[in-house]
């Protein structure tokens, strides 16, 4: 069976504003982590995906459907936005149930569904709670279950985590990894960590273009060699950042610790130290401002 998305020479426009240019990307089954900045077009690209954007310039097929074929192609995507909010003043069950009839599943397939996809985002037990009365992690996790509710292909997620605390956000992690065992599962972001853990292969946006694809390990391994760590004074630690780039750094009473990209070795005192994610986003944005 065909598990893939072919998106060819997409070119995505606002009126003058080019939102997408030239957008290539192939994406299988699995988690798909798709990173860039504020502004750099992820919510673009899932929109247009999720047929909710027509498409301006080129190809994209999901599952050897072309998106042209809007409905077919809805029926095979599950869409979590940015901004979820449902029906506030009804419960949980009650929202979910609404939300079957309005995609066609009947009284038996909603009876036998949405207990089992409750269950697995660990909201069962409050199903009977108000959608209003609900933390943001439960409100994400619901918007997960109505994403898919009609047992969806792929599922897109725009921007996850944000607002979430640390146990919500891997809870979160760990249930997009478990359905993305049977499906594509897109998740943009803009926080690094979102996806170290959990995508094998991603994207990076800038500015509307796709500025690095492939797996988590290759983009780490671009950066090594290239971070370094030293102890410094909170003084120096000015001098620095205007040369450098700093991936964190850490207080040590009047000194700090710092971890920053550099070429060669900057000065004596500063050690080569292995390459993170983090870091390897870092460099390769630092690439694209033309930085030193
Ligand atoms: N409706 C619109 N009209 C005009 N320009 C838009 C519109 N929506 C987005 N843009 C512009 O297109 C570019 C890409 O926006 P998009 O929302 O896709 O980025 P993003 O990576 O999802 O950012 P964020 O994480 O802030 O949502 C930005 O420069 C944005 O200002």
């Not at 506030?88 to 419960?91: A, D, E, G, I, S």
């Not at 921007?159 to 979430?164: D, K």
């Not at 070429?263 to 005192?269: C, G, I, Q």
């Given at each position: 069976m065909n598990t893939e998305i072919k998106i060819r020479h997409l070119n995505q426009f606002y009126g003058q504003k080019q939102?997408?240019?030239d957008v290539d990307l192939t994406i299988g089954r699995g988690m798909f982590g798709l990173l860039g900045r504020n502004g750099a077009g992820k919510t673009t690209l899932m929109k247009v995906l999720a047929t909710l954007l027509p498409k301006s310039e080129g190809k994209i097929s999901i599952c050897g459907v072309p998106v042209e074929s809007a409905a077919r192609i809805r029926s095979m995507t599950g869409y979590l936005p940015q901004e979820f909010s449902m029906y506030?003043?009804?419960?949980v069950y009650e929202a979910m149930d609404y939300l079957g009839v309005l995609s066609g599943l009947s009284r038996e397939e909603r009876k036998s569904r949405i207990p089992g996809l409750l269950r697995k985002v660990n909201l069962l037990d409050d199903r009977?709670?108000?959608?209003?009365?609900?933390?943001g992690g439960m409100k994400r996790r619901l918007g997960i279950a109505q994403a898919i509710l009609h047992n969806p292909k792929v599922l897109i997620v725009d921007?996850?985590?944000?607002?979430?605390d640390p146990e919500e956000r891997v809870r979160f992690r760990n249930l997009l990894c478990e359905i993305a065992e049977e499906r594509i599962v897109i998740l943009s972001t803009h926080i690094v960590g979102d996806i170290e853990a959990t995508c094998e292969q991603i994207a990076v946006l800038n500015e509307g273009e796709i500025l690095y694809h492939g797996s988590v390990a290759e983009l780490t391994a671009m950066a090594q060699g290239k971070v370094y760590s030293a102890e410094i004074s909170r003084k120096e630690l000015s001098e620095l950042k205007k040369k450098y780039i700093v991936t964190s750094m850490l207080t040590l009473g009047n000194n700090v610790m710092v971890r920053f990209l550099a070429?060669?070795?900057?000065?004596?005192?500063a050690h080569s130290v292995e390459a993170g994610v983090e870091d390897a986003y870092m460099y390769l944005m630092r690439g694209e401002r033309g930085e030193e």
């Open positions: 939102a997408l240019k506030p003043n009804m419960t009977k709670k108000k959608v209003k009365a609900l933390s921007e996850p985590t944000a607002g979430l070429d060669r070795t900057p000065f004596e005192s």
